[in-house]
């Protein structure tokens, strides 16, 4: 095909007209009309239907301008990767980690990376399913076990444990457990044994689920785990990393953790040298330190 036709029929495409695409491209309206012509008759097919309002993409047309979106986001990215090689840190950057994870340890972190670096795009994916990193379905990946995927750069940040956390105004409301047994007096806030989360925390709601709760609010991530324990509705089952961010909660039954849990940084190789991505792994380390640092002081009080 050719490649300036397909350029021209995707800025009119995404413009809708022939004259906003024509503005865009710096071309001339006719211009622009004699090169969607030429693609239609190359491909035998009509891409648009023409009406007073503008151009509507037909099936046809919606096909292929699925492939020139496609295209064109390949070409920025390989674009942006080009520029990598420059010491400035900008452009997109696709991070993917657990929805829990990312939302209550990474975004409210966030600030002081976009501090640094003002002109980083990154496009957070949360989900708990695990992307294809060499299928360049995302640049990194946070995770709370070591990737399997070969070709990667992978580092261990910290271990984490899921431990039972309530608000003192819960506690003081409605007493608060000294002993496993208590637990089922109380209504108990974790993540359904049905959906997708680490399997030492999944061991732990199971071994609490055993004790026939009293009552229970079930959550398919840990940020609505949370928000049920700051809105005092019950014991939730937490991340130890929650109490940085959230002084006030109190830990209950200390000797009730799941086992540790790895969390790890990981990246193609081929993105060794890319400078957006080495920034955003310094950033994480540097928070994982202050972190620990903070550990250890309280441990010392």
């Given at each position: 095909m050719d490649w300036d036709k397909l350029r021209i029929f995707h800025a009119v495409a995404d413009a809708g007209s022939l004259t906003h695409a024509g503005d865009r491209l710096n071309l001339s309206q006719s211009a622009v009309s004699r090169q969607i012509r030429g693609l239609e008759e190359m491909l035998n097919t009509t891409l648009f239907h023409r009406h007073a309002r503008g151009l509507i993409l037909t099936e046809q047309g919606e096909l292929l301008f699925d492939a020139t979106s496609a295209m064109n986001r390949r070409l920025d990215t390989a674009s942006a990767r080009i520029r990598d090689s420059e010491e400035e840190v900008f452009g997109e950057l696709r991070v993917t980690t657990t929805t829990g994870f990312g939302t209550l340890w990474l975004v409210?972190?966030?600030?002081?990376?976009?501090?640094?670096?003002?002109?980083?795009?990154?496009?957070?994916?949360?989900?708990?399913?695990?992307?294809?990193?060499?299928?360049?379905?995302?640049?990194?990946?946070?995770?709370?076990?070591?990737?399997?995927?070969?070709?990667?750069?992978?580092?261990?940040?910290?271990?984490?444990?899921?431990?039972?956390?309530?608000?003192?105004?819960?506690?003081?409301?409605?007493?608060?457990?000294?002993?496993?047994?208590?637990?089922?007096?109380?209504?108990?806030?974790?993540q359904n044994t049905h959906s997708d989360q680490v399997g030492a925390g999944r061991n732990l709601v199971q071994h609490l689920m055993a004790y026939d709760m009293r009552s229970s609010l079930t959550v398919n991530n840990y940020f609505g785990v949370l928000q049920g324990v700051l809105n005092h509705l019950g014991i939730g089952v937490l991340p130890d990393y929650v109490t940085?961010?959230?002084?006030?909660?109190?830990?209950?039954l200390p000797d009730l953790e799941s086992a540790d849990v790895p969390v790890f940084l990981a990246y193609p190789e081929e993105l060794?040298?890319?400078?957006?991505?080495?920034?955003?792994?310094?950033?994480?380390?540097?928070?994982?330190?202050?972190y620990r640092k903070q550990l250890r002081q309280k441990d010392i009080a």
């Open positions: 409210p972190r966030l600030p002081k990376l976009y501090e640094q670096y003002p002109d980083l795009k990154i496009d957070l994916m949360l989900e708990e399913r695990v992307l294809d990193l060499p299928m360049r379905e995302a640049d990194v990946a946070i995770r709370m076990k070591e990737p399997s995927q070969a070709d990667l750069i992978r580092k261990k940040l910290m271990m984490i444990r899921m431990c039972l956390f309530a608000t003192p105004d819960y506690l003081s409301e409605n007493g608060t457990p000294r002993k496993i047994e208590h637990i089922i007096d109380h209504r108990l806030i974790c940085e961010d959230f002084p006030d909660l109190v830990q209950l060794r040298h890319s400078q957006r991505v080495s920034a955003f792994k310094d950033f994480v380390q540097e928070e994982i330190i202050s």
